[in-house]
């Protein structure tokens, strides 16, 4: 005889007890939020905007940054208007559509750029260590298709981990997160939720797994070939590029979602899990714009001319062109 189960209801809306405590606590809060989705705002748009429009960033290593801004805006803006208007207006709840929709585009938007920090990595490794080759591998028609696999994969990713969660039934409504995250999802779900959602897991398991091999091979073989190089600047200027990169990638990015995703629920403190899903949902986004192309002489100087209203270096439509490698890196 099957085991009826229990307080299984066609959910309308579900509850989002992200930012709990006092009224003032929750504005606090939100005014926080609200001031770092700003800078994300502006500074990943400026990007869009530096780039596009100065053609001389139009190269593979700024067609990525510009993309990674595209990613960055899509993955913050999936889930903190909602949980800042729930905030302000003093309400926890969110459709269900809503919910199926924010799953999808933030596992999307995620799991790209982790995707496209291993394709960035691959394109400072042919820079670095093929400078003479690195023209005819990272040829524009290379770029595009790099960049749309990368979005193929990153869209099957989403769409099997949603709908692997919204084909269980739950038990409550209740999610303890500011947005409608997956391993809080799990926690209501009244099926046993991490049986029914193993080939999503391990697909995503394999794609991470695959990032952080290629990441660290690319990586030893670009400090391999920057401790070969004699002059003491170009060290410098490697090290400048490339330990940044390996900071947001490893110590927020990867690391923190990583830990999220594969630790029990059960057993997970929620404030934990609310410092834990800032870390890797608000600040890589915010720190890209900074780490990746605020700190870069060739950005300064755009943002400069840009500034300086001098737009005779802006053409509107500018083909991507392959320069050397040794000036952007």
């Known amino acids: 005889m099957m085991e009826a189960v229990p307080n299984v209801t066609v959910m309308e809306n579900f509850q989002l007890l992200g930012f709990l405590g006092d009224r003032e606590r929750q504005i606090l809060q939100s005014l926080i939020i609200s001031a770092m989705y700003l800078a994300i705002l502006m500074g990943n748009i400026l990007i869009i905007i530096l780039i596009a429009v100065n053609r001389h960033l139009h190269t593979p290593m700024y067609f990525f940054l510009l993309n990674l801004s595209i990613l960055d805006l899509g993955s913050t803006s999936t889930i903190i208007p909602k949980s800042l208007s729930n905030s302000i207006m003093n309400i926890r709840l969110i459709s269900y559509s809503q919910c199926v929709a924010q799953v999808f585009f933030f596992v999307f938007f995620v799991s790209s750029d982790l995707l496209l920090h291993t394709v960035m990595a691959y394109d400072r490794y ?153 870390l890797y949902t608000v600040v890589p986004p915010l720190m890209n714009p900074i780490i990746y192309s605020m700190r870069n002489k060739d950005v300064k100087t755009a943002l400069w001319k840009l500034l300086s209203f001098n737009f005779g270096d802006y053409p509107l439509i500018c083909m991507f062109s392959i320069p050397n490698p040794a000036l952007s890196y």
Not at 136 to 149: D, E, H, L, R
Not at 221 to 233: E, G, L, N, Y
Not at 245 to 267: D, E, G, K, R, W
């Open 126 to 278: 042919v820079a670095i260590c093929h400078p003479l080759h690195y023209a005819s591998v990272m040829k524009w028609s290379s770029c595009i298709q790099m960049a749309g696999g990368t979005l193929m994969c990153c869209l099957l990713n989403a769409a099997l981990h949603t709908g692997t969660v919204f084909s269980m039934p739950f038990c409550s409504n209740v999610i303890h997160q500011f947005f409608c995250e997956i391993p809080r999802l799990l926690k209501i779900s009244c099926s046993d939720s991490y049986l029914n959602e193993i080939w999503a897991l391990l697909f995503s398991t394999a794609i991470c797994l695959g990032c952080f091999v290629f990441i660290v091979m690319s990586y030893v073989q670009i400090f391999t070939a920057v401790f070969r190089m004699p002059s003491m600047a170009n060290r410098q200027k490697a090290f400048s590029t490339c330990i940044p990169h390996i900071t947001v990638v490893f110590c927020i990015l990867l690391f923190t979602s990583v830990f999220t995703y594969l630790m029990p629920t059960s057993n997970s403190p929620y404030h934990l899990d609310e410092v834990l899903a800032v």
